[in-house]
């Protein structure tokens, strides 16, 4: 079966080559770079320890230094499922949500079709360049010149000239032998409703070349020379090369671009895309002349994880933003999300650059927004809340918004940040000499001491409890590894926030079964350091009854197990938060309030200790506690020696 061009391309661009091989292997998170798709890890063709395999998430390629394997997305599902062609582009479709293709008999002739179409189109991209360069793109040359466009410039975009007669293109490419349907096929001339010949598409219009991933002409924007022309800017229409939705101009270069760090910039038009590119900032795109589309944003996120949205500051500017959130908002994953520059009323890119200079361009995006601030500005401003039926229409509103964000722990946050928001827009403006106490009297708490803001739980963040407690887990395990094959699976879900309880655990996966002495040698050369120290650098992890009594397994075990109890009901709480409270906009009925009662009771049951003392008490005349179990005893023990026989 012989598949369509475009559908193996579309393939390409919809999966993430670092998920695929995620799959087979453990990065090495010291080495890569997940923001910028730079990953390594052990290489899964061959026996290794190092991290010398490399994928290139941006260009969808990967390679191993050691045993050099290379190869896309495709070839790894080949050689590490051991399937043929067809069935590995099967199974990365199904993940992709792609249908397959029917099978087409006449695919190949169709591929061949499609590359006679894209040297027509090729062709026409030279005819235009010597237009430029000849008598009649005069104007065209001195326009260029003044936007600040040198030869240089136009060479690298192939920028050129469409005559403004009716049939000059037409008469060149029929000229060459090209077939007149292939022209009018491709968008470049259309039918005469008169009867006569067909003419150009393109006329007076300085010509931009549209390319696909490859590099490959597929359409034209043409900006209009005669300032009284309806359409300024004008695209190729819809042919089997140019889907105008699933298209971005510049997309190669500027991948490229994006995957030597560059920010991936997200302008309006072509003109911006040049001015952006010749003044230091390659990495930018443009749609053609849509709002943008949900292709268009995959396509942006295969690229980088936080493309920028550079927009005009006025009110066109600002509904396009608009547009892109609601648009966005459905599709938003952890880590994938957009920013928002809004330029100074009044210009774009190219004006910002020529005025005020590069820097002034990378102030901006250095500032770029987030897009909840976007969505928020969208619902709040020039409106006034001063009634209760004002600020629940807002609620309702951005309730509703929210409710679009599939990931619960993404929609969760967004809550949050629209919570603190919402606070700052509602709260009463404190009044001079107004009290600082609580509603009940008990007075605000007062600065920390300077011991509790540098203690470790202070000054670890968020995540401390969850780093310590790997840490105890590790440590112990360390010190007695032979428990490490039961605690096996346990291990294998470590939550490891901390890099280097990520390598350890790791390490100690790959070792199991061996001694201390082999285990502690290969952490030792994985951190560079002796692990255990290392560990036992936190003062929490050095005074653990089973690292001070160091060889009791029963005292590590019974360690490790609490600690990873209480991980798990503290991750279980954090899910269920996360998963069931829509924050401030969720309808918080009863069976919300007893699923988070039940996940805080069972975080609670685990925090105790399990090793407390179990025993039951009576209470004696005294008052004093007396213990049940060593009272029955004592009591048995009187009755003994009541009933013994006196000595004589």
Same mark, same amino acid.
Request: hydrophobic share 40%.
């Given at each position: 079966?012989?598949?369509?061009?475009?559908?193996?391309?579309?393939? *390409?661009?919809?999966?993430?080559?670092?998920? @695929? @091989?995620?799959?087979?292997?453990?990065?090495?998170?010291?080495?890569?770079?997940?923001?910028?798709?730079?990953?390594?890890?052990?290489?899964?063709?061959?026996?290794?320890?190092?991290?010398?395999?490399? =994928?290139?998430?941006?260009?969808?390629?990967?390679?191993?230094?050691?045993?050099?394997?290379?190869?896309?997305?495709?070839?790894?599902?080949?050689?590490?499922?051991? =399937?043929?062609?067809?069935?590995?582009?099967?199974?990365?479709?199904?993940?992709?949500?792609?249908?397959?293709?029917?099978?087409?008999?006449?695919?190949?002739? /169709?591929? %061949?079709?499609?590359?006679?179409?894209?040297? @027509?189109?090729? /062709?026409?991209?030279?005819?235009?360049?010597?237009?430029?360069?000849?008598?009649?793109?005069?104007?065209?040359?001195?326009?260029?010149?003044?936007?600040?466009?040198?030869?240089?410039?136009?060479?690298?975009?192939?920028?050129?000239?469409?005559?403004?007669?009716?049939?000059?293109?037409?008469?060149?490419?029929?000229?060459?032998?090209?077939?007149?349907?292939?022209?009018?096929?491709?968008?470049?001339?259309?039918?005469?409703?008169?009867?006569?010949?067909?003419?150009?598409?393109?006329?007076?219009?300085?010509?931009?070349?549209? *390319?696909?991933?490859?590099? *490959?002409?597929?359409?034209?924007?043409?900006?209009?020379?005669?300032?009284?022309?309806?359409?300024?800017?004008?695209?190729?229409?819809?042919?089997?090369?140019? %889907?105008?939705?699933?298209?971005?101009?510049?997309?190669?270069?500027?991948?490229?671009?994006?995957?030597?760090?560059?920010?991936?910039?997200?302008?309006?038009?072509?003109?911006?895309?040049?001015?952006?590119?010749?003044?230091?900032?390659?990495?930018?795109?443009?749609?053609?002349?849509?709002?943008?589309?949900? $292709?268009?944003?995959?396509?942006?996120?295969?690229?980088?994880?936080?493309?920028?949205? +550079?927009?005009?500051?006025?009110?066109?500017?600002?509904?396009?933003?608009?547009?892109?959130?609601?648009? $966005?908002?459905?599709?938003?994953?952890?880590?994938?999300?957009?920013?928002?520059?809004?330029?100074?009323?009044?210009?774009?890119? %190219?004006?910002?650059?020529?005025?005020?200079?590069?820097?002034?361009?990378?102030?901006?995006?250095?500032?770029?927004?987030?897009?909840?601030?976007?969505?928020?500005?969208?619902?709040?401003?020039?409106?006034?809340?001063?009634?209760?039926?004002?600020?629940? +229409?807002? #609620?309702?509103?951005?309730?509703?918004?929210?409710?679009?964000?599939?990931?619960?722990?993404?929609?969760?946050?967004?809550?949050?940040?629209?919570?603190?928001?919402?606070?700052?827009?509602?709260?009463?403006?404190?009044?001079?000499?107004?009290?600082?106490?609580?509603?009940?009297?008990?007075?605000?708490?007062? /600065?920390?001491?300077?011991?509790?803001?540098?203690?470790?739980?202070?000054?670890?963040?968020?995540?401390?409890?969850?780093?310590?407690?790997?840490? =105890?887990?590790?440590?112990?395990?360390?010190?007695?590894?032979?428990?490490?094959?039961?605690?096996?699976?346990?291990?294998?879900?470590?939550?490891?926030?901390?890099?280097?309880?990520?390598?350890?655990?790791?390490?100690?996966?790959?070792?199991?079964?061996?001694?201390?002495? @082999? =285990?502690?040698?290969?952490?030792?050369?994985?951190?560079?350091?002796? $692990?255990?120290?290392?560990?036992?650098?936190?003062?929490?992890?050095?005074?653990?009854?089973?690292?001070?009594?160091?060889? #009791?397994?029963?005292? +590590?075990?019974?360690?490790?197990?609490?600690?990873?109890?209480?991980?798990?009901?503290?991750?279980?709480?954090?899910?269920?938060?996360?998963?069931?409270?829509?924050?401030?906009?969720?309808?918080?009925?009863?069976?919300?309030?007893?699923?988070?009662?039940?996940? $805080?009771?069972?975080?609670?049951?685990?925090?105790?200790?399990?090793?407390?003392?179990?025993?039951?008490?009576?209470?004696?005349?005294?008052?004093?506690?007396?213990?049940?179990?060593?009272?029955?005893?004592?009591?048995?023990?009187?009755?003994?020696?009541?009933?013994?026989?006196?000595?004589?």
């Amino acid at each position: 079966m012989s598949l369509p061009p475009n559908f193996l391309d579309d393939l *390409r661009t919809r999966i993430s080559l670092s998920q @695929v @091989v995620g799959r087979k292997v453990l990065w090495d998170t010291r080495k890569s770079n997940q923001a910028k798709g730079d990953m390594w890890a052990p290489c899964p063709f061959h026996q290794e320890k190092s991290a010398s395999f490399h =994928v290139d998430d941006r260009k969808g390629y990967y390679y191993c230094f050691g045993c050099h394997a290379k190869g896309d997305a495709i070839s790894f599902v080949r050689e590490t499922e051991n =399937v043929g062609f067809m069935e590995a582009v099967e199974i990365l479709a199904t993940e992709a949500g792609m249908p397959m293709p029917a099978r087409d008999p006449k695919a190949q002739e /169709k591929a %061949d079709h499609r590359t006679e179409l894209v040297e @027509v189109m090729e /062709k026409a991209v030279r005819f235009f360049r010597l237009q430029l360069r000849s008598g009649a793109g005069s104007d065209a040359r001195e326009y260029l010149t003044r936007r600040g466009l040198d030869e240089a410039t136009q060479d690298r975009f192939d920028i050129g000239f469409a005559a403004p007669g009716w049939q000059t293109l037409w008469d060149h490419l029929t000229g060459q032998g090209i077939a007149p349907e292939k022209i009018i096929e491709v968008g470049l001339a259309k039918p005469s409703q008169k009867g006569g010949k067909p003419y150009d598409t393109f006329r007076n219009r300085i010509m931009f070349p549209i *390319r696909d991933a490859r590099g *490959r002409t597929i359409a034209f924007g043409g900006r209009a020379m005669d300032p009284d022309d309806n359409a300024k800017y004008l695209n190729s229409p819809e042919t089997p090369l140019f %889907d105008k939705s699933r298209t971005l101009y510049n997309q190669g270069p500027a991948r490229e671009a994006a995957g030597k760090g560059q920010p991936l910039i997200v302008a309006e038009g072509y003109m911006d895309v040049i001015a952006l590119a010749s003044g230091g900032f390659e990495a930018a795109v443009a749609p053609l002349g849509t709002a943008v589309t949900e $292709a268009q944003l995959q396509m942006l996120w295969r690229i980088t994880d936080e493309p920028i949205m +550079a927009l005009d500051g006025d009110k066109a500017g600002l509904s396009a933003a608009y547009r892109v959130i609601d648009t $966005a908002l459905p599709l938003l994953e952890a880590g994938k999300s957009l920013r928002f520059v809004l330029l100074p009323e009044g210009k774009d890119p %190219d004006d910002l650059i020529r005025s005020e200079g590069r820097d002034a361009m990378r102030s901006l995006l250095d500032t770029a927004q987030p897009m909840v601030q976007l969505l928020w500005r969208r619902e709040t401003e020039g409106r006034v809340f001063d009634s209760p039926e004002r600020k629940a +229409a807002l #609620d309702k509103t951005l309730r509703e918004k929210l409710r679009t964000i599939k990931d619960p722990s993404l929609r969760s946050h967004y809550g949050e940040d629209i919570k603190r928001l919402r606070w700052g827009l509602f709260r009463a403006p404190a009044q001079p000499g107004r009290s600082t106490t609580r509603r009940f009297g008990s007075p605000l708490p007062t /600065k920390p001491s300077e011991g509790t803001r540098a203690s470790l739980l202070v000054a670890g963040g968020k995540g401390v409890e969850t780093r310590l407690r790997e840490a =105890v887990i590790l440590a112990a395990l360390l010190a007695t590894p032979d428990l490490i094959a039961e605690f096996e699976a346990q291990l294998e879900d470590l939550p490891c926030v901390d890099p280097d309880h990520a390598v350890l655990r790791t390490c100690l996966l790959q070792n199991v079964g061996q001694t201390a002495d @082999v =285990v502690q040698a290969a952490a030792d050369a994985l951190l560079g350091e002796p $692990a255990l120290e290392k560990l036992c650098r936190a003062r929490h992890v050095a005074i653990t009854p089973c690292i001070r009594n160091a060889g #009791d397994r029963d005292l +590590a075990r019974l360690t490790i197990a609490e600690e990873l109890a209480k991980l798990e009901a503290g991750i279980g709480l954090d899910a269920e938060i996360a998963d069931a409270a829509e924050d401030l906009y969720g309808a918080a009925d009863e069976s919300l309030t007893w699923r988070l009662s039940q996940a $805080a009771a069972a975080r609670q049951i685990a925090q105790k200790a399990q090793s407390e003392d179990k025993a039951e008490y009576d209470l004696g005349p005294n008052g004093a506690a007396i213990n049940r179990e060593e009272r029955s005893a004592f009591a048995a023990l009187m009755e003994t020696i009541r009933f013994e026989k006196p000595r004589s």
